[in-house]
Structure formats: structure tokens, C-alpha cells
């Protein structure tokens, strides 16, 4: 998979330090690979949920959640956002 933006994780663990290795490590599983639906996503992070049109990803023991759009027909991963737990309860990033 195409990772877009690496930038946002970057971003992500130097607002929270403890978050690095956990953004790495996604992003390097992701990167190498190849999901064509929610079900094979599912397979490698088997809590990933779907909340149209994007998917969560629970990080660092579920303190954390990715949230991405995933176009498998381009093989593409575009991150949206990177929130603690609570602050992806408040819903605020749906708008």
C-alpha cells in the first residue's frame, strides 16, 4: 500500500513522544501490504473498524486511533487523522 501521508505521523509522535514506534510500525506494515478489502485489512489488524468512508485503527494498546480512507482499488492509505481515544470520542473528526 501507498502510505499518504507520512507527514502526519511525524506529526503525530511529536505531539505525543510516546507514539513513535507504534506510527512506525503501522506505517511499515502497511506500507508492504497489499489490502484489497476491509476483510484483508481485518487479517493484519483484526480491531480495524469501519465508520464510512473511513477506517479506525486502534494504536498503542487502543490509547490512540488512525483514522484513514482507504482506496484499495489504487492501493492507496490516506491518513486523516491521528487523535488520543478521547478525543476520537468527542466526534469531532466526522465533520
Given at each position: 500500500?501507498?502510505?499518504?501521508s507520512?507527514k502526519?505521523?511525524?506529526?503525530a509522535?511529536?505531539?505525543h513522544g510516546?507514539?513513535?514506534?507504534?506510527?512506525?510500525?503501522w506505517y511499515?506494515?502497511?506500507k508492504s501490504s497489499?489490502?484489497?478489502?476491509l476483510?484483508a485489512?481485518?487479517k493484519?489488524?483484526?480491531?480495524?473498524?469501519?465508520v464510512?468512508?473511513?477506517t479506525?485503527?486502534?494504536?498503542?494498546?487502543?490509547?490512540?486511533?488512525?483514522?484513514?480512507?482507504?482506496e484499495?482499488?489504487?492501493?492507496?492509505?490516506?491518513?486523516k487523522?491521528?487523535l488520543?481515544?478521547?478525543e476520537y470520542?468527542?466526534g469531532?473528526w466526522?465533520?
Amino acid at each position: 500500500m501507498r502510505v499518504i501521508s507520512r507527514k502526519r505521523l511525524k506529526e503525530a509522535a511529536r505531539t505525543h513522544g510516546d507514539l513513535e514506534g507504534s506510527l512506525d510500525a503501522w506505517y511499515r506494515i502497511t506500507k508492504s501490504s497489499e489490502w484489497k478489502s476491509l476483510d484483508a485489512v481485518r487479517k493484519t489488524y483484526p480491531s480495524a473498524d469501519s465508520v464510512p468512508p473511513c477506517t479506525v485503527f486502534n494504536i498503542k494498546g487502543n490509547q490512540y486511533r488512525l483514522i484513514a480512507k482507504i482506496e484499495y482499488r489504487f492501493g492507496l492509505v490516506l491518513i486523516k487523522h491521528v487523535l488520543t481515544h478521547a478525543e476520537y470520542d468527542k466526534g469531532d473528526w466526522q465533520k
